[in-house]
């Protein structure tokens, strides 16, 4: 199982990027996938997750302003984020597993290399 991350890069303060995520076919079917992000001197979290059954879930900060999607016929997923913010600086991870704990997945946890997000004020 391989998770490849991509699309990070610096911002201003209120612009926007995309992240994507590509996983091998089985993965992508079989298990919930999420995004977690770990800012300097802290503990990586999750953002964002599509569950098994296709539920989102997004951590509190985000509502609104991130959107978590999946492209099934490129094994893609990815995270639009609008609105961006310096607090958002931080490395994203795109991971997978059984379920989306808050500090990582659950059962057998894939983590992808992470990506930099930076914004500027």
């Known amino acids: 199982v391989q998770l490849q991350a991509s699309g990070g890069g610096l911002v201003q303060a209120g612009g926007s990027l995309r992240l994507s995520c590509k996983a091998s076919?089985?993965?992508?079917?079989?298990?919930?996938m999420g995004w977690y992000r770990q800012a300097p001197g802290e503990e990586r979290d999750l953002v964002a997750g599509i569950l098994i059954n296709g539920g989102t879930k997004y951590r509190e900060s985000v509502k609104g302003r991130f959107t978590i999607s999946k492209d099934s016929a490129k094994n893609t997923m990815y995270l639009q984020m609008n609105s961006l913010k310096p607090e958002d600086t931080a490395v994203y991870y795109c991971?997978?597993?059984?379920?989306?704990?808050?500090?990582?997945?659950?059962?057998?946890?894939?983590w992808g290399r992470g990506t930099q997000v930076t914004v500027s004020s």
């Open positions: 991971a997978s597993g059984a379920g989306l704990g808050n500090k990582g997945p659950w059962g057998e946890a894939v």
């Open positions: 076919a089985l993965s992508f079917r079989a298990n919930a």
